[in-house]
């Protein structure tokens, strides 16, 4: 009954600012043993590595094109991860998922790989116009 729910997206424009929240959810879910990574996709691309965190909040990885203008966060007390996303170009459109996995990791590109995630959100649509 795991359950991950993203919220927060929606429409901006051009350097603007969204936050996405991730709620997890699920009576035998141990939040804080697993990474939090986000995703997205665009219509007709590959879904897109774009930030993860681990489970204790120590390591995080962003992909380059949002270094320096996104950050990522979690509340383990909440059981609740969040995608800052500030100075939001067009480029950034997309629908984002929040997904979380039981892993550890070390090592460049090891939170990319969307395959080590167990649970997937539905998603939420960002659109940044121009």
């Known amino acids: 009954q795991v359950q991950l729910v993203e919220s927060g997206g929606g429409l901006v424009q051009a350097g603007g600012s969204l936050r996405l929240s991730c709620v997890a959810s699920?009576?035998?879910?141990?939040?804080?043993?697993?990474?939090l990574g986000w995703f997205r996709q665009a219509p007709g691309q590959e879904r897109e590595f774009v930030a993860a965190?681990?489970?204790?909040?120590?390591?995080?990885d962003f992909t380059n094109s949002v270094k320096g203008r996104f950050t990522i966060s979690r509340d383990n007390a909440k059981n609740t991860g969040y995608l800052q996303m500030n100075s939001l170009k067009p480029e950034d459109t997309a629908v984002y998922y929040c997904?979380?996995?039981?892993?550890?990791?070390?090592?460049?590109?090891?939170?990319?790989?969307?395959?080590?995630?167990?649970?997937w959100g539905q998603g939420t649509q960002v659109t940044v116009s121009s």
């Open positions: 965190i681990s489970g204790r909040g120590g390591s995080t």
């Open positions: 997904a979380a996995g039981l892993f550890s990791c070390s090592g460049d590109g090891c939170y990319a790989g969307y395959n080590r995630y167990n649970y």
């Open positions: 699920g009576r035998t879910f141990t939040f804080n043993f697993h990474a």
